[in-house]
């Protein structure tokens, strides 16, 4: 079949090779255009732009899909079908319409639960027990297309978004391959219309650690925010960044009181302790957190109950 494959996060690739393995015929791929990245500010390629120049396969990296320039070339190619994974934005119907088979969307939840932007980080936070993958039909209104089939994935309750997602794109690649290949022999169904929850874009001031909260609840934000943006506390004023915490089976600390041992750091809640695992102090790289409270040289150490600087 061909296709033109739509996507620009690394979470996309294990979907181009998956379809590409599959024998089909990737035409094109479309990605976010280049952006500044690093100090330099140097405009890159998305992760999805750098694998296709690798292969030689053209690259369309419309600022707007509804661009007519976009659309004159996407029609050209004329598609049979085109997936998509993580492609970053909404496609009108016009564009929707190309495609014989139209648009096939890898969305890592289980659709109607999680429709939006962080389906994984917002699995995490709210302690769901299982999620999983969905290809369904692209249509204009968010996540709502007809379903062609999902895979289911049980949560341990220990791992973190970054992780999650990364086993989701390569059980999610396998799903799309599938899909696309029995394209024009299915018919998807409809979504149930009851279980629909949004699952909008993390912000920075959200993820901000509330130390009156349980240690558990405080536990799923850091791991749904890991490694992005990622959970955040203030000591003085300055933002230390939590990457890694788990409960600890103490409960004699204060709320956002911080007790540094040899080998660990702990920090009083709303309901038991928590054990700071890796941190990222601000101006500083990411580091072990018994590092860091080695260098904290005082007892009574309290995390800000304020807001402090970002």
């Given at each position: 079949m061909r296709l033109v494959v739509a996507g620009t996060?690394?979470?996309?690739?294990?979907?181009?090779?998956?379809?590409?393995?599959?024998?089909?015929?990737?035409?094109?791929?479309?990605?976010?255009?280049?952006?500044?990245?690093?100090?330099?500010k140097k405009l890159l390629p998305s992760e999805v732009g750098q694998w296709a120049s690798d292969k030689g396969i053209p690259t369309l990296k419309p600022q707007r899909p509804r661009d007519e320039d976009f659309i004159a070339e996407l029609t050209e190619i004329a598609?049979?079908?085109?997936?998509?994974?993580?492609?970053?934005?909404?496609?009108p119907q016009r564009v929707l319409d190309i495609p014989r088979f139209g648009w096939v969307n890898?969305?890592?939840?289980?659709?109607?639960?999680?429709?939006?932007?962080?389906?994984?980080?917002?699995?995490?936070?709210?302690?769901?027990?299982?999620?999983?993958?969905?290809?369904?039909?692209?249509?204009?209104?968010?996540?709502?297309?007809?379903?062609?089939?999902?895979?289911?994935?049980?949560?341990?309750?220990?791992?973190?978004?970054?992780?999650?997602?990364?086993?989701?794109a390569h059980e999610g690649a396998a799903l799309l391959a599938d899909v696309v290949g029995s394209l024009g022999s299915v018919t998807p169904l409809p979504q149930d219309a009851d279980g629909v929850t949004v699952a909008p874009k993390i912000e920075v001031d959200e993820v901000r650690l509330?130390?009156?909260r349980p240690a558990a609840e405080l536990d799923r934000l850091i791991r749904g925010a890991s490694?992005?943006?990622?959970?955040?506390?203030?000591?003085?004023?300055?933002?230390?960044?939590?990457?890694?915490?788990?409960?600890?089976?103490?409960?004699?600390?204060?709320?956002?009181?911080?007790?540094?041992?040899?080998?660990?750091?702990?920090?009083g809640t709303g309901a038991g302790d928590l054990e700071l695992v890796r941190v990222q102090p601000a101006g500083k790289k990411e580091?072990?957190?018994?590092?860091?409270?080695?260098?904290?040289?005082?007892d009574g150490v309290r995390f800000d109950a304020e807001p402090g600087g970002r």
């Open positions: 996060p690394s979470v996309a690739i294990p979907s181009l090779e998956a379809l590409a393995a599959a024998g089909h015929e990737i035409a094109a791929v479309v990605t976010r255009p280049d952006a500044a990245r690093g100090r330099s598609p049979d079908a085109c997936p998509v994974i993580a492609y970053g934005a909404l496609l890898l969305h890592f939840s289980l659709l109607p639960r999680w429709r939006g932007a962080a389906p994984v980080q917002r699995a995490i936070m709210a302690g769901d027990e299982v999620t999983g993958a969905t290809v369904f039909e692209l249509v204009k209104e968010l996540d709502a297309g007809p379903l062609y089939g999902s895979v289911i994935q049980p949560l341990s309750g220990t791992e973190t978004a970054g992780e999650l997602l990364d086993l989701l509330d130390w009156t490694p992005e943006p990622m959970a955040w506390t203030t000591l003085d004023g300055d933002r230390v960044k939590v990457a890694l915490a788990r409960p600890f089976d103490t409960t004699d600390l204060a709320p956002g009181q911080v007790r540094a041992e040899k080998r660990r750091v702990l920090v580091m072990a957190a018994p590092d860091w409270g080695r260098g904290l040289h005082a």
